[in-house]
């Protein structure tokens, strides 16, 4: 029987540490099923943020051509080196995700040959998103491990609670799919909070096209700056875009939209012909 991470960590004396957010998955049938939904190919290669002690980078290794595993604690870096030591196809890389350019470090390979698998700190998966959502070109498919809370902001709906700006953005980029549900006892330590598994499809395509995807994602954030103000008085004056009373007005009659609706009421289409509007309309000479 494989050693779970528990007692792969007892014999390297390493305690789990805070502030990398260290809570190891140690399910066995969640990780296999994890490692199921990402549909692996014998020719894709898979990228593993946080391998931790290597019970998920082992099965990945089993199915892919090549795993690139990385780890920011540097306690682990020797751990995954003695239990891998048998996979030839295995790259472990100290460093913050935060801080990887995908598409360099895949170099050669297809972005449909391209996938990526993790267990992340739920205290700044929000920037690991929109990391990856930034670097979405490198990749085929994202499945990660977050907190309930935060997958239920990722997959709502329009004029829901949890809808917002990661909301807007992974369905602009993404098709997001529900992949289990993780009770806190599948994992060592025991976090305090459950844990969802979302399958991120990155579309070949946004789900409309904008004239300019940063004016896009600032024109999301200005909405939302006051959540439950119109977008009238949340897009007027905002620091994001500098909007004008008269401006407002001018773009959503274009886009077809009433400005005293909510940002929280628009779906990601409605957005991006805002966005648009506002584009073109600035494209005039004043």
Do not use: W
């Not at 007692?7 to 809570?23: A, H, T, V």
Request: aromatic share 6%; with cysteine.
């Amino acid at each position: 029987m494989a050693p779970t991470p528990k007692e792969i960590l007892k014999k390297y004396g390493i305690r789990p540490l805070k502030r990398f957010g260290q809570s190891f998955l140690i399910d066995r049938r969640i990780i296999e099923r994890i490692a199921a939904s990402t549909d692996i190919g014998p020719d894709d290669t898979v990228i593993e943020i946080g391998a931790g002690a290597g019970i998920m980078t082992a099965v990945l290794a089993e199915q892919a051509s090549r795993v690139i595993a990385l780890e920011i604690d540097p306690r682990m870096i020797e751990v995954l080196t003695e239990e891998l030591k048998f996979f030839d196809n295995v790259t472990i890389l100290n460093t913050d995700v935060l801080d990887c350019d995908f598409k360099e470090m895949t170099k050669g390979k297809p972005a449909r040959q391209v996938k990526l698998i993790g267990n992340i700190p739920y205290n700044i998966s929000s920037q690991i998103l929109l990391h990856l959502i930034e670097h979405r070109k490198a990749l085929s498919t994202i499945v990660l491990m977050f907190q309930k809370e935060m997958a239920d902001r990722i997959i709502a709906a329009p004029g829901t609670k949890e809808y917002g700006i990661l909301s807007v953005l992974t369905a602009m980029y993404t098709q997001n799919t529900k992949v289990a549900s993780v009770p806190a006892d599948c994992f060592y330590p025991r976090p305090r909070v459950s844990s969802t598994v979302l399958k991120m499809k990155v579309l070949k395509q946004p789900a409309i096209m904008v004239d300019d995807p940063q004016m896009f994602q600032l024109l999301v954030r200005a909405a939302f700056s006051k959540r439950r103000k119109t977008l009238e008085n949340s897009l007027k004056d905002n620091p994001f875009l500098r909007f004008e009373k008269k401006e407002v007005y001018s773009l959503a009659e274009v886009a077809g939209i009433d400005p005293i609706r909510r940002g929280e009421t628009l779906t990601v289409e409605e957005f991006g012909k805002l966005a648009n509007s506002l584009y073109r309309l600035r494209q005039i000479p004043s």
